[in-house]
């Protein structure tokens, strides 16, 4: 092929859409496999087109192979198996696209190779590893895109960045560290757990803190017993208007009288309103969304599943209409202000304005050199309607950011004082609109009708209540715990918060398990596999019997691919990038790791035989609503349940708020009858047998019991 006084430049892309886009900016036109002009050529990858090499197709395990046969048994590899070299191979279905791809870069008339993978580990990888095979010594360069622009496009290809640079060697670096580490712990813990159970297991380093963290959750529920304790809580009505006023401190089950006492002394006194105070605060937009808190909520609310989001927003991205759908930062580079004017330009809404000092412009909250989420100045305008509802969220968050008028609250804070107990009521009315134009604002508003040094009578009253099990683990509880599974406190009602600077710094320092990139398909995976479950109109996750094995199994095995160890080895493949660790000192400590695993496991004697009976074994007591019901054994004594928790009832459970003991026969008999007789105590003291039937059954699925009448026989027995 002959070219011109200049050799030109070979693009390669990491997928066929990108470049497209590519191509589309550089007015290049399809060439067969290819796009080209008289600067360009344009090729792409399909993802990774060379895959590290199977276990089983090193020359080490084919030397055990059976003769007969020529296949090699689990049962022969000694564990661990690590490759003294790691081997990449082309998969018959990425022939063609390898061959394409190399063919191109031998081309005499090309002088310079641009690796256009994604802006991340992997990305680098994908299309180095290419690079790397056809053992070319061409100038090769990289390109960062973080939107499929025509502007982007240009001004990264400016930049001429090496790709031999220290940022991308270390990026590339940290990218095999991943894929190795995934090969070695993933294969060797499959290996090894599936011979000594006798069941297929495969262990992978996001899974498995995926179906723990679901298996951890529904335990704590199965073997949560509800406690009583006491609240001491006024409600009253004055103007038609009720009061609800409730005493902080809760009283165990044992101080109903102290309660009691105290709500007597409480109503002696009347309630006085000591202030009412009114101030107007200015409300703040809340940080642009990165990928996580993003594809969750998205999920939620347009009912789909969180892969369909990913998909959704990939194209996007593709086709410029947002920016890297990976992000998982929440602010903007400064040196971007320029786009950013440019985009609020384009989107022609007279209610924005660019703000040269918006919070969001702050280089160092910038994650691994991607902005948060946001549109493009290009805009769409066909886009088929789940598209266009997940680019008006992403659009709604960034028009909030650079709203000309501020959003204004007036806030009202009320004190009651009654003896030495100081109740805070806040009421808020939105004064004006600004931002929650586009993000719709939640108010409080529990102010009563009152005035201030106004008096009214209390009725407080010792109430019983029960504490209640943890939640289920939701859509955003678990894209929480993985990108910060040591966070104290769970709370899935705050997800989409901006980032405290211990979250930040946690994120940025790799304390996190898997990526954006690689959780939606590792859960995906454990549906898949009937690990576990989830139920969208609940929005929960449930541990399956499948699930409930593989954990304990896992654990038997002392084979640790839990929350610390994998957010540990996300810790030191970001110390990979960060050039502070090296890929061979992680395989060094892995091999060591999994050898360790291996001889204590040995000296501890476990066999196959540990196995042969399971912890999880069951009986079925009956069916309710033709659902088989279990008796399962819990540290706090029976339990009768389905397996997908839609019947949980204690053998230790409360009839009108005292302890009830329900026997296994009497379970049977409630399941095939609808009731049963049991004994009871009058309030008296007056022991009397009752039958005993169903009252409800809670959204959890707890069981609550009560009497439905005098059992006569059963009283003539008793005498």
């Known amino acids: 092929i002959k070219g011109g006084n200049m050799g030109k430049k070979l693009i390669i892309a990491e997928k066929h859409s990108v470049a497209v886009s590519i191509a589309e900016a550089l007015n290049a036109k399809k060439e067969k496999m290819r796009y080209e002009n008289d600067e360009y050529v344009i090729v792409w990858c399909a993802g990774h087109i060379l895959q590290l090499r199977d276990f089983k197709e090193y020359p080490e395990i084919l030397a055990l192979a059976n003769p007969t046969t020529g296949k090699t048994s689990w049962n022969d590899i000694n564990i661990p198996f690590v490759p003294k070299k790691f081997e990449y191979v082309i998969p018959e279905e990425t022939k063609g696209l390898v061959q394409n791809v190399i063919w191109n870069i031998n081309r005499n008339d090309v002088d310079t190779l641009i690796n256009a993978g994604d802006n991340d580990a992997e990305g680098q990888v994908i299309v180095d590893n290419v690079l790397r095979y056809s053992k070319t010594n061409k100038k090769i360069l990289r390109i960062f895109l973080n939107n499929m622009s025509k502007n982007t496009i240009t001004e990264e290809l400016a930049k001429n960045r090496d790709n031999k640079s220290k940022e991308c060697l270390d990026l590339y670096k940290s990218g095999i560290a991943r894929s190795r580490i995934d090969w070695i712990y993933g294969m060797n813990a499959s290996i090894y757990a599936t011979v000594l159970s006798g069941t297929l297991i495969r262990a992978g380093r996001i899974k498995v803190p995926i179906i723990e963290h679901i298996y951890n959750r529904d335990m704590e529920i199965l073997n949560f017993v509800p406690e009583p304790y006491f609240n001491v809580d006024s409600r009253t009505k004055i103007r038609e208007t009720e009061i609800f006023l409730s005493c902080p401190k809760k009283y165990e089950k044992d101080q109903q009288k102290e309660a009691e006492e105290y709500a007597e002394f409480l109503n002696k006194h009347l309630a006085e309103v000591k202030e009412i105070k009114k101030t107007d605060k200015k409300k703040e937009p809340k940080l642009l969304y990165k990928a996580t808190t993003f594809q969750s909520y998205a999920a939620k609310k347009l009912k789909i599943s969180q892969k369909q989001v990913e998909n959704i927003m990939q194209n996007l991205y593709l086709n410029n209409y947002i920016t890297y759908p990976r992000t998982e930062s929440q602010h903007i580079s400064p040196g971007d202000k320029d786009k950013i004017k440019n985009v609020i330009s384009q989107l022609k809404d007279p209610r924005l304005e660019f703000k040269p000092d918006s919070k969001l412009f702050n280089e160092s909250k910038i994650i691994a050199s991607h902005s948060g989420l946001m549109p493009t100045e290009k805009i769409p305008n066909n886009l088929d309607e789940v598209s266009q509802g997940i680019y008006d969220i992403i659009k709604a968050r960034f028009c909030a950011n650079f709203t000309k008028e501020e959003c204004i609250v007036s806030e009202t804070t009320m004190k009651i004082q009654i003896a030495q107990e100081t109740f805070t009521?806040?009421?808020?009315?939105?004064?004006?609109?600004?931002?929650?134009?586009?993000?719709?604002?939640?108010?409080?508003?529990?102010?009563?009708?009152?005035?201030?040094?106004?008096?009214?009578?209390?009725?407080?009253?010792?109430?019983?209540?029960?504490?209640?099990?943890?939640?289920?683990?939701?859509?955003?509880?678990?894209?929480?715990?993985?990108?910060?599974?040591?966070?104290?406190?769970?709370?899935?009602?705050?997800?989409?918060?901006?980032?405290?600077?211990?979250?930040?710094?946690?994120?940025?320092?790799?304390?996190?398990?898997?990526?954006?990139?690689?959780?939606?398909?590792?859960?995906e995976e454990c549906l898949k596999e009937g690990y576990i479950t989830y139920d969208g109109k609940k929005d929960a996750y449930s541990i399956e019997e499948k699930g409930k094995l593989y954990i304990e199994n896992l654990r038997t095995l002392n084979i640790d691919l839990f929350k610390n160890k994998s957010v540990k080895l996300s810790y030191d493949i970001t110390r990979i990038q960060k050039g502070e660790f090296t890929v061979e000192e992680m395989i060094a400590e892995a091999e060591k790791d999994l050898k360790e695993m291996v001889e204590n496991n040995n000296k501890k004697g476990i066999q196959v035989k540990t196995f042969e009976k399971q912890k999880f074994e069951k009986v079925e007591v009956g069916k309710y609503n033709n659902i088989p019901i279990y008796k399962k054994k819990t540290q706090k004594g029976n339990l009768y349940a389905a397996d997908d928790n839609s019947f949980i009832l204690f053998e230790n459970t409360k009839i009108y708020g005292k302890d009830f003991l329900v026997k296994e026969n009497q379970v049977k008999k409630l399941l095939k009858e609808g009731k049963f007789e049991g004994e009871l105590q009058s309030k008296a003291g007056n022991p009397y047998t009752a039958y005993i039937v169903i009252d409800k059954i809670s959204d959890k699925g707890y069981v609550y019991l009560k009497t439905d009448g005098f059992a006569e026989k059963a009283k003539e027995r008793t005498k």
């Open 425 to 523: 009521k806040k009421g808020e009315v939105l004064k004006q609109e600004g931002w929650s134009v586009f993000e719709p604002l939640s108010l409080a508003n529990n102010l009563p009708d009152l005035k201030e040094g106004e008096a009214f009578k209390v009725d407080f009253k010792a109430i019983q209540k029960m504490t209640t099990p943890p939640n289920k683990i939701s859509l955003e509880g678990l894209n929480t715990y993985l990108d910060n599974p040591f966070k104290k406190n769970e709370d899935t009602s705050k997800y989409d918060e901006d980032m405290s600077e211990e979250d930040f710094k946690n994120i940025a320092n790799g304390l996190k398990i898997g990526t954006p990139a690689t959780r939606t398909s590792a859960i």
